[in-house]
């Protein structure tokens, strides 16, 4: 008998953990999991949106440093006051 109340013991006290973690991580979250993945969604489309402009940005430097008369050739600051 004694096992038979460590058991209802154990069940009662871990369906309070679970009851109390199912309030705290769901009922009372300040975050809701709906929200959270909204927001990941649209910053996300931002950093896409950074990334393809920075890409355009990119490509006419290299297209500029190609057709530049010095192909981009790297001058010191010595040689420049020369």
Same mark, same amino acid.
């Given at each position: ?38 927001? =990941?969604?649209?910053?996300?489309? #931002?950093?896409? !949106?950074?990334?393809? +402009?920075? $890409? ?8 500029? =440093?190609?057709?530049?008369?010095? #192909?981009?050739? !790297?001058?010191?600051? +010595?040689? $420049?006051?020369?």
């Amino acid at each position: 008998m004694k096992s038979f109340g460590a058991f209802l013991f154990h069940h009662s006290f871990s369906w309070a953990g679970e009851k109390l973690i199912s309030i705290s991580f769901g009922d009372l979250n300040p975050f809701p999991l709906r929200q959270i993945r909204n927001r =990941r969604a649209y910053h996300l489309e #931002k950093v896409r !949106l950074e990334l393809t +402009e920075l $890409e355009a940005i990119r490509e006419d430097f290299l297209r500029e =440093r190609d057709t530049s008369p010095d #192909k981009g050739e !790297l001058v010191s600051d +010595e040689e $420049e006051d020369t």
